[in-house]
């Protein structure tokens, strides 16, 4: 079966411009997660969904981060303007319910905002 | 939000010895995650502990759910080099469908 899917592996870019994580979950699982991964702050989550409806953004930075989940299928995280401190490795997850459920990973985002 | 600290930060170890590491939580959970992250990879799902007191293994990993349900052990015997890696305990946020992460355990294995 395949695993959460996330595109691109590695991206690298100037500050300033626009950056958009894109993220497939599993079949079946309604509750996606992005999670923001660094040294300093470990995994931190930024954002979660159940039934493609963002439930709790509080973990979202600042406003030029934004979500969207517009299918069962797929959702994006992007960072416009981006900036240097934005540069860390970007997770999504899902699960097939919430609460104490494990969720799954996908093999995650490298960024670089130079 | 609750925290979870994780010991020891990290851990070099020669291939064959056991390794013991554990998790503590300020507050009590009624789930332990463990997660292994290889480099270039996302965390994967170890063992899930869901009773107070529950003993699980997969392999040659074992992990348990502390008494006090506020502390989780994660054991693994006769390491070898594939064992290498950051190994995560994880349990539910506040909010109950998060996750709460520690910061890791980095683990090297010398053949």
């Known amino acids: 079966d395949a695993g959460v899917i996330q595109s691109p592996r590695h991206e690298v870019t100037e500050m300033g411009q626009e950056v958009t994580l894109r993220c497939k979950p599993i079949?079946?699982?309604?509750?996606l997660f992005w999670y923001r991964q660094t040294m300093m702050r470990g995994l931190e989550l930024l954002i979660y969904f159940n039934n493609n409806v963002p439930i709790d953004d509080s973990g979202m930075p600042e406003d030029r981060f934004s979500a969207k989940m517009p299918n069962a299928s797929f959702s994006t995280l992007k960072i416009q303007p981006s900036e240097p401190r934005d540069s860390a490795v970007y997770f999504c997850?899902?699960?097939?319910?919430?609460?104490?459920?494990?969720?799954?990973f996908g093999d995650g985002t490298r960024l670089s905002i130079l | 939000g609750q925290q979870l600290n994780q010991s020891p930060q990290s851990m070099f170890i020669q291939e064959g010895e056991d390794v013991s590491m554990n998790c503590t939580s300020s507050s009590i959970f009624n789930t332990w995650l463990w997660y292994k992250q290889e480099p270039g990879e996302g965390p994967v799902l170890l063992i899930a502990?869901?009773?107070?007191?529950e003993l699980t293994s997969n392999g040659r990993l074992t992990a348990q759910f502390g008494i006090t349900r506020k502390d989780s052990f994660l054991n693994i015997s006769a390491s070898i080099p594939s064992d290498v890696g950051i190994y995560f305990c994880?349990?539910?946020?506040?909010?109950?469908?998060?996750?709460?992460f520690g910061k890791g355990t980095s683990l090297l294995v010398t053949p």
């Open positions: 079949s079946g699982h309604n509750s």
């Open positions: 994880a349990g539910p946020s506040n909010s109950g469908y998060a996750l709460n």
């Open positions: 997850a899902s699960s097939p319910l919430t609460g104490n459920q494990p969720q799954h």
């Open positions: 502990l869901y009773k107070a007191g």
